[in-house]
Nanobody, 124 residues
Framework: VQLQASGGGSVQPGGSLRLSCVVS????????MGWYRQAPGKPRELVAE???????NYADSVKGRFTISGDNAKNTVYLGMSSLKPEDTAVYYC???????????????????WGEGTQVTVSS
C-alpha cells in the first residue's frame, strides 16, 4: 500500500492551497483518512480527518478555514486550505486506516498507513 501526497507549496498569508493524497495497492477497505502536520520543533498534530461514511473532524485551529473531502472511487482524500496563516507552516502528512488484502486473498484488520509529507509554507 502506498500513499502519495501532493499539492504543497509556498503562499502568502491569506492564500489558498489544496492537498491531495492518493492511496494505491491491495485495498479491501479504507476506514478513514486524515491529514496531520508537523512544524519544526513541535509534535505531529491532527489537522482533519474523514470517515468512510463522510463524517469529519477538524482541529480547532483550522475550523472554518480548511475543508477535508474524499473520493471513495478514487481512493483519494483532499484538504482544501484557505485563509492560510504563517502558523499553518508545516510538513503535512496524510494517513489512512486501511484493511489490506493479504497474501491469502483475505482482508486483514485495519492498520494505519502514512504517506510522505508535503511542505506547506505560509510567508510574506
Amino acid at each position: 500500500v502506498q500513499l502519495q501526497a501532493s499539492g504543497g507549496g509556498s503562499v502568502q498569508p491569506g492564500g489558498s492551497l489544496r492537498l491531495s493524497c492518493v492511496v494505491s495497492g491491495r485495498i479491501f477497505r479504507i476506514n478513514n483518512m486524515g491529514w496531520y502536520r508537523q512544524a519544526p520543533g513541535k509534535p505531529r498534530e491532527l489537522v482533519a480527518e474523514i470517515e468512510s461514511g463522510g463524517r469529519t473532524n477538524y482541529a480547532d485551529s483550522v475550523k472554518g478555514r480548511f475543508t477535508i473531502s474524499g473520493d471513495n472511487a478514487k481512493n483519494t482524500v483532499y484538504l482544501g486550505m484557505s485563509s492560510l496563516k504563517p502558523e499553518d507552516t508545516a510538513v503535512y502528512y496524510c494517513k489512512a486506516n486501511i484493511r489490506v488484502i493479504g497474501a491469502t486473498g483475505l482482508p486483514g484488520d485495519g492498520k494505519d498507513h502514512w504517506g510522505e509529507g508535503t511542505q506547506v509554507t505560509v510567508s510574506s
